[in-house]
T-cell receptor, first 113, second 115 residues
């Protein structure tokens, strides 16, 4: 069975500071990893994904994520947070050949002006 | 143009009623999904169709029945609604090809409230 853990329910960061939202995963075989963002009363929007190759993945709105196979982690990062980044962030994992995406419970990011 | 659309956006109904939620995508995708997001924001897959064929059928009550009349549409019918069915239901779609590495595109959600 595949699973995702997002250990923090909420992350608070000051505007302009770097941010990290943590994610660890468990899956059989090679992982395919995703980050999505959900703004209030909206659907999820895709941010970035890791399939293979470079461990540092760059995505939308200046976000990036680092895949670490030994630590089974895929943390989301941004060098300088904006107030508009405040939202709910979901990490998700699936395995090769699977259509089934398993989501973490989400981390609420609050960027304080 | 809306990529993945759902109707209605809000649905308020009484226990025991039957209701449907419709989903349409204009992205030319082959695979569509239904998710349930509960009050704690936990997101869980319910069903998935690929080229009108059911490929994911998670453990949900059989009061929930998906129907895919064509690749662009995936509807969700719910019989005998219960209080616990209150949630936000999201439709999503993903492009053709191996499902694993394709990101999913989500609709705006349908907030179902059962009274």
């Amino acid at each position: 069975a595949q699973s995702v853990a997002q250990p923090e329910d909420q992350v608070n960061v000051a505007e302009g500071n770097p941010l990290t939202v943590k994610c660890t995963y468990s899956v059989s075989g090679n992982p395919y990893l995703f980050w999505y963002v959900q703004y209030p009363n909206r659907g999820l929007q895709f941010l970035l994904k890791y399939i293979t190759g470079d461990n540092l993945v760059k995505g939308s709105y200046g976000f990036e994520a680092e895949f670490n196979k030994s630590q089974t982690s895929f943390h989301l990062k941004k060098p300088s947070a904006l107030v508009s980044d405040s939202a709910l962030y979901f990490c998700a994992v699936t395995g090769a050949g699977s259509y089934q995406l398993t989501f973490g419970k989400g981390t609420k990011l609050s960027v304080i002006p | 143009d809306t990529a993945v659309s759902q109707t209605p956006k809000y649905l308020v109904t009484q226990m025991g009623n039957d209701k449907s939620i419709k989903c349409e995508q204009n992205l030319g995708h082959d695979t569509m999904y239904w998710y349930k997001q509960d009050s704690k924001k936990f997101l869980k897959i319910m069903f998935s169709y690929n080229n009108k064929e059911l490929i994911i059928n998670e453990t949900v009550p059989n009061r929930f029945s998906p129907k895919s009349p064509d690749k662009a549409h995936l509807n969700l019918h719910i019989n005998s609604l219960e209080l616990g069915d209150s949630a936000v239901y999201f439709c999503a779609s993903s492009p053709p090809g191996t499902g694993s590495y394709n990101e999913q595109f989500f609709g705006p959600g349908t907030r179902l409230t059962v009274l």
